[in-house]
């Protein structure tokens, strides 16, 4: 959590809500955007930023601060949600979604944008760098952490696995991985594309601690989250998050599932529409 | 046909060099693993150096890193992409990491982890890559041919291409001093030592004249300015005057120094390099010229743009024009 203290703080569920907010405001600008992901990983990266990790949002490289990498930078437009809500980057700015010029890009980059951490986009990179992090931060003794998601299409991707077996033989208990298994790639279902369950097995073979949840469940999420944080082994750890596209706006959840899916201008509005109904509810 | 090894007169058939082969030549004066003790003595005074390998520790020199730090060596086994992945990683942390490879498995497998978690990213991140171009006869796989058209593309990164021991002692402190992501060719084991004869200091970014002449300009850098010191011997036998332009650092190019020395009147220009013919030193080179409007005689001793035969070092340096013999040959040649 944020180490400004907030005196009734709001709760996850309206963090998760706003970060919902943040990216669907943001795909209204553009007319575009990988929306489907950032419904569906938002009570995640909620959990993330305001219950599990420490960080200054006024000082995004707080040398004590815990690190976040994204991996799949297309989700960038989620992670620039969360960092509007956390206070790091200026809710202003978000007008300026994938406009030249912007901080925010498309595809998520180091060089451009506070609390953004690794550039990604080239899918499978996030792990590696999260390795090395986890190697310096304990050369350095620090208590800092490496958070890293990643997508389960990456999992295609040899070099995952390569810093997978890393990342146990280092025994980096200060690394804390989250799938998003939301079963869509590019070109189709993840598990029809190349299959990769079992998973929790794979992941304990591996050498990893492993919770699986569902991940658009904030109470699962957070127990999640705490358990392997607080595991006492010194062994890496993964969450796997099942989500469900679109979660949080009935008529992209109910959408044909696609990797990139279409949003018509005119629904952007109902979208919010949809999701302010949705948490009234 | 492929193979190296069909037999000349006269000539003995060699077999295929060991991958741990040295370039010297039988009789020349070497230095043991220069990287290896220069970056002991680096890591002495800058706590923040740590050596990562892919499973070529003893292959690199890094060995004897590991030996006097062994807790600053880290072992990322037979895995580049994770290697480079992981030395940005700990580069974002603060640290400066030297990681090491082959040539081949860094510049071909390894590309987009560098290309992105490291030069897009203006990591620290210092690469050093044994069997740079033509130094293996093992073939293809381990024949880094490309390796600094590869490495020239990608922003961000210093490339160098050192000729011997004296200049990898001076390099490694050189490139520590430079913030930024740097791919360094190296030479390992028993590396020929030849430019301490020079009086040579190696200057990042800047080339060196290493000698003067009349009548020839080659310009060269790596093993080949070794071979053009020496090719420079034999052709002042044939009254023949070769001056040699040594360009350690291939990116950034020391462009003042190149047109300088290539637009003295007179002189036919050579690049010789250690390198396919696409891409390299040569190619950068003449690309500079054409943009100035120095316009000499030009000529290139280079790889061919093919897969390499396996062999013996001196049957393959032979066959593709870049052992002393052969660029004297070549270049007395152009001169008819």
């Given at each position: 959590m944020s180490t400004s203290s907030l005196v009734n703080a709001p709760s996850l569920s309206q963090r998760a809500r706003n970060i919902r907010r943040n990216a669907l405001r943001m795909g209204e600008v553009q007319g575009q955007g990988y929306i489907a992901?950032?419904?569906?990983?938002?009570?995640?990266?909620?959990?993330?930023?305001?219950?599990?990790?420490?960080?200054?949002?006024?000082?995004?490289?707080?040398?004590?601060?815990?690190?976040?990498?994204?991996?799949?930078?297309?989700?960038?437009?989620?992670?620039?949600?969360?960092?509007?809500?956390?206070?790091?980057?200026?809710?202003?700015?978000?007008?300026?979604?994938?406009?030249?010029?912007?901080?925010?890009?498309?595809?998520?980059?180091?060089?451009?944008?506070?609390?953004?951490e690794m550039s990604g986009g080239s899918l499978g990179l996030g792990l590696s760098i999260a390795v090395g992090m986890g190697l310096g931060l304990k050369r350095k003794g620090s208590k800092s952490r490496v958070f890293t998601l990643f997508s389960d299409g990456e999992l295609d991707e040899g070099s995952k696995w390569e810093a997978m077996m890393s990342a146990a033989h280092h025994k980096l208990d200060n690394l804390i991985a989250i799938i998003d298994?939301?079963?869509?790639?590019?070109?189709?279902?993840?598990?029809?594309?190349?299959?990769?369950?079992?998973?929790?097995?794979?992941?304990?073979?591996?050498?990893?601690f492993v919770r699986r949840v569902d991940g658009n469940d904030l109470d699962a999420v957070v127990a999640a989250f705490d358990a392997t944080i607080s595991h006492p082994e010194p062994q890496p750890r993964i969450i796997i998050a099942d989500t469900v596209m679109g979660k949080g706006v009935p008529f992209l959840e109910q959408r044909e599932k696609n990797h990139f899916i279409r949003v018509e201008?005119?629904?952007?509005?109902?979208?919010?529409?949809e999701l302010d109904a949705g948490d009234r509810s | 046909?492929?193979?190296?090894?069909?037999?000349?007169?006269?000539?003995?058939?060699?077999?295929?060099?060991?991958?741990?082969?040295?370039?010297?030549?039988?009789?020349?004066?070497?230095?043991?693993?220069?990287?290896?003790?220069a970056l002991v003595e680096l890591a002495r005074s800058r706590p923040e150096v740590v050596g990562l390998t892919a499973d070529l520790g003893k292959y690199t020199d890094l060995h004897i890193f590991a030996k006097e730090f062994p807790d600053r060596y880290y072992q990322m086994g037979m895995a580049e992409q994770l290697l480079y992945g992981a030395a940005s990683g700990m580069a974002a942390e603060g640290f400066m990491p030297f990681a090491t490879t082959y040539a081949v498995?860094?510049?071909?497998?390894?590309?987009?982890?560098?290309?992105?978690?490291?030069?897009?990213?203006?990591?620290?991140v210092k690469i050093v890559c044994a069997l740079p171009g033509l130094t293996s006869g093992y073939g293809p796989s381990h024949q880094a041919?490309?390796?600094?058209?590869?490495?020239?593309?990608?922003?961000?990164?210093?490339?160098?291409?050192?000729?011997?021991?004296?200049?990898?002692?001076?390099?490694v402190p050189a490139i520590a001093a430079h913030h930024g992501p740097v791919y360094m060719r190296l030479l390992r084991g028993q590396v020929p030592l030849v430019l301490d004869e020079y009086n040579y200091q190696f200057r990042l970014g800047k080339a060196s004249l290493i000698r003067g002449g009349r009548d020839i300009l080659i310009i060269s850098s790596g093993i080949?300015?070794?071979?053009?010191?020496?090719?420079?011997?034999?052709?002042?036998?044939?009254?023949?005057?070769?001056?040699?332009?040594?360009?350690?650092?291939?990116?950034?190019?020391?462009?003042?120094?190149?047109?300088?020395?290539?637009?003295?009147p007179g002189r036919l220009v050579v690049v010789a390099e250690n390198h396919t013919i696409i891409g390299g030193l040569g190619e950068?080179?003449?690309?500079?010229?054409?943009?100035?409007?120095?316009?000499?005689?030009?000529?290139?001793?280079?790889?061919?743009?093919?897969?390499?035969?396996?062999?013996?070092?001196?049957?393959?340096?032979?066959?593709?024009?870049?052992?002393?013999?052969?660029?004297?040959?070549?270049?007395?040649?152009?001169?008819?």
């Open positions: 992901q950032a419904l569906d990983i938002s009570d995640v990266l909620a959990v993330a930023y305001f219950h599990a990790m420490r960080y200054r949002p006024e000082e995004p490289t707080w040398e004590d601060r815990d690190r976040f990498l994204l991996s799949n930078g297309h989700y960038a437009i989620a992670l620039y949600a969360a960092l509007i809500e956390a206070g790091i980057i200026p809710e202003v700015e978000l007008e300026t979604y994938g406009f030249d010029e912007s901080r925010l890009p498309m595809s998520g980059m180091a060089s451009y944008t506070p609390g953004m298994v939301n079963n869509q790639q590019a070109d189709g279902p993840s598990k029809q594309m190349m299959g990769f369950e079992p998973l929790v097995d794979k992941l304990e073979a591996f050498g990893w201008a005119h629904e952007w509005k109902l979208a919010l529409a | 046909m492929k193979s190296a090894t069909s037999a000349t007169p006269g000539k003995p058939r060699l077999t295929t060099s060991a991958m741990i082969a040295s370039i010297a030549a039988e009789g020349q004066k070497t230095k043991p693993a220069p990287f290896g003790n498995f860094a510049s071909r497998r390894a590309y987009d982890f560098i290309h992105q978690t490291i030069a897009e990213e203006d990591r620290n041919a490309e390796d600094l058209a590869l490495f020239r593309a990608m922003p961000n990164m210093t490339v160098i291409d050192p000729c011997d021991a004296h200049e990898i002692e001076q390099i080949m300015t070794m071979r053009a010191l020496e090719a420079a011997k034999e052709l002042a036998g044939d009254s023949v005057d070769v001056a040699v332009l040594h360009v350690p650092t291939i990116k950034p190019l020391d462009h003042e120094a190149i047109l300088r020395e290539a637009g003295k950068a080179v003449a690309a500079l010229l054409m943009r100035s409007d120095v316009h000499p005689t030009f000529r290139q001793i280079a790889l061919p743009d093919e897969f390499l035969a396996a062999g013996a070092l001196p049957t393959l340096h032979d066959r593709y024009g870049i052992s002393t013999a052969e660029v004297a040959r070549q270049i007395k040649g152009w001169l008819r």
